[in-house]
């Protein structure tokens, strides 16, 4: 995954956060007060990640519970879990190197962090969660914080290529890498927030006539559409 453009299957225009998930051009619709449809963006976050499968109406309330409740934990620096504000920091960083601040916000201004840690812990099983927590313990012994943003980059780099052969050879029933988990994640909880989809890609709350069909230019945000 060549991180310095974000993510390897979001095929995003320069400077942009805005995703074409499997070549389809269509961006995140939104509706509702915030005016995200969750549904919708989980599927597409599914089709970033090359197929993998999110599905239930347990996982979009609980993608909707975090995000009600990530800003208010990022605000009071409150302990979530086991995961400690230290922590949360961490993977607001990480996040934000995977997803940084371009011509709109990165992952960290969407709470990004706090959004893995109350996902961690609310939906994923025991041995999950031993995984993500392990596995953020070495990022944090690798000094993540301390490091450059490029020295940041090139770690991510490596560990997203030690999670890609982890991944294709690993055992029928072993655990995902962590960083597959950080990175699926980092994305779900990006696109899925108010920032990546109102911010990340271009929204007219008030749309006229539609048009199937329109000049598109080069390094253009992707729209998001309505339900």
């Known amino acids: 995954m060549d991180i310095s453009k974000h993510v390897d299957m979001t095929a995003s225009p320069p ?10 051009g269509q961006a995140i619709p939104e509706t509702g007060n915030t005016g995200i449809d ?11 990640l090359g197929g ?9 309330n609980a993608v909707e ?4 409740r ?11 879990g086991a995961f400690t504000a230290q922590d949360i920091a961490l993977l607001d960083e990480v996040a934000d190197t995977i997803l940084p601040d371009t011509k709109t916000p990165g992952a960290k201004a969407a709470h990004t962090g706090a959004f893995m840690a109350l996902m961690v812990t609310d939906t994923y099983d025991d ?3 031993a995984t993500f927590r392990d596995g953020l313990q070495k990022v944090n012994a690798a000094t993540f914080m301390t490091k450059t943003p490029a020295e940041r980059l090139a770690f991510l780099e490596q560990l997203d290529k030690d999670a890609k052969a ?11 890498h962590y960083f597959r988990q950080i990175k699926e994640l980092t994305l ?8 990546g989809c109102t911010q990340a890609m271009r929204y007219e709350e008030t749309p006229g006539r539609f048009e199937p069909c329109v000049p598109y230019t080069p390094g253009e945000t992707a729209w998001a559409g309505h339900a």
């Open 15 to 24: 400077d942009s956060h805005s995703p074409s998930p499997a070549g389809s």
């Open 38 to 48: 969750r549904r919708e963006a989980i599927k597409r976050v599914s089709m970033l």
């Open 52 to 60: 993998l499968a999110f599905a239930g109406t347990g996982l979009l």
């Open 65 to 68: 519970n975090a995000h009600g």
């Open 70 to 80: 990530a800003a208010r934990v990022t605000a009071t620096r409150a302990q979530v």
């Open 127 to 129: 041995q999950q969660q």
């Open 166 to 176: 982890y991944m294709d050879t690993r055992a029928r029933g072993a655990p995902s």
């Open 188 to 195: 779900l909880g990006y696109f899925t927030s108010e920032i």
